[in-house]
């Protein structure tokens, strides 16, 4: 069956470092992946894509990379502060729906 | 910036009772989404909706759920006959003709669904 999986549930990082996320998934050939955020009781908010021509993508204190062989994709976040704190999800669109990985609450400790 | 809004953000009703939940995707946008989220668990996809039809539909989206289109701007979510389990937030997502094959979809804020 299909999954995205997020390896970590949770992950707090010291303010300033920098925040590494995992995303893995299985049977999928996903032309894009995308992350998003979302805050407690909140929609999720579209963040990056990256297709699979592209093995790295950035924004600002973003990364993304994306390695079709190993079927990962990472999320680093520089530099990251206090209001970095949130859920981060990475998502797979295919079939006419986009689906969601479990997801990783980071934390950023002061 | 355009936004996707959703009413009511908060209900609570009774076991049994029907429930419609509302929302104004982004106004060009044509492609139109429900997802749910389980307190504490993750996003889960409910429908899709395109052309004044579903595309797609999840195992969760039985025929106690129904989706419609009214009018030119309101996307709404029915359920008939609600159950405990069906208690969740509810997002309302769309996505415009040039992110068809991306997927990049806008979220509303949600509805609470508390089924008492």
């Known amino acids: 069956s299909q999954k995205i999986e997020q390896n970590s549930e949770a992950l707090n990082i010291q303010e300033g470092k920098t925040a590494t996320l995992t995303c893995n998934y299985t049977?999928?050939?996903?032309?894009?992946l995308q992350w998003y955020r979302q805050d407690p009781g909140r929609g999720p908010v579209f963040l990056l894509l990256?297709?699979?021509?592209?093995k790295e993508k950035r924004k600002e204190r973003l990364k993304v990379t994306f390695d079709t062989t190993l079927k990962q994709s990472l999320f680093h976040i520089t530099a990251s502060q206090p209001a970095d704190s949130a859920t981060y999800l990475c998502a797979i669109f295919g079939n006419e729906k986009l689906t969601f990985g479990t997801g990783t609450r980071l934390t950023i400790i002061p | 910036e355009p936004e996707v809004t959703q009413t009511p953000s908060h209900q609570v009703t009774q076991m049994g009772q029907e429930v419609i939940l509302r929302c104004v995707p982004i106004s060009n946008h044509l492609y139109f989404y429900w997802y749910r989220q389980i307190l504490g668990q993750k996003v889960e996809f409910l429908v899709s909706f395109y052309n004044n039809e579903i595309s797609e539909k999840s195992e969760i989206f039985d025929d106690q759920f129904s989706v419609e289109r009214p009018d030119g701007s309101n996307f709404t979510l029915k359920i008939r006959s609600t159950k405990l389990e069906d208690s969740a937030m509810y997002f309302c997502?769309?996505?415009?003709?040039?992110?068809?094959?991306?997927?990049?979809?806008?979220f509303g804020e949600g509805s609470r669904l508390t089924v008492l």
């Open positions: 049977n999928y050939s996903p032309a894009y």
């Open positions: 997502a769309s996505s415009g003709r040039q992110k068809k094959n991306t997927g990049e979809l806008f």
């Open positions: 990256i297709r699979e021509n592209e």
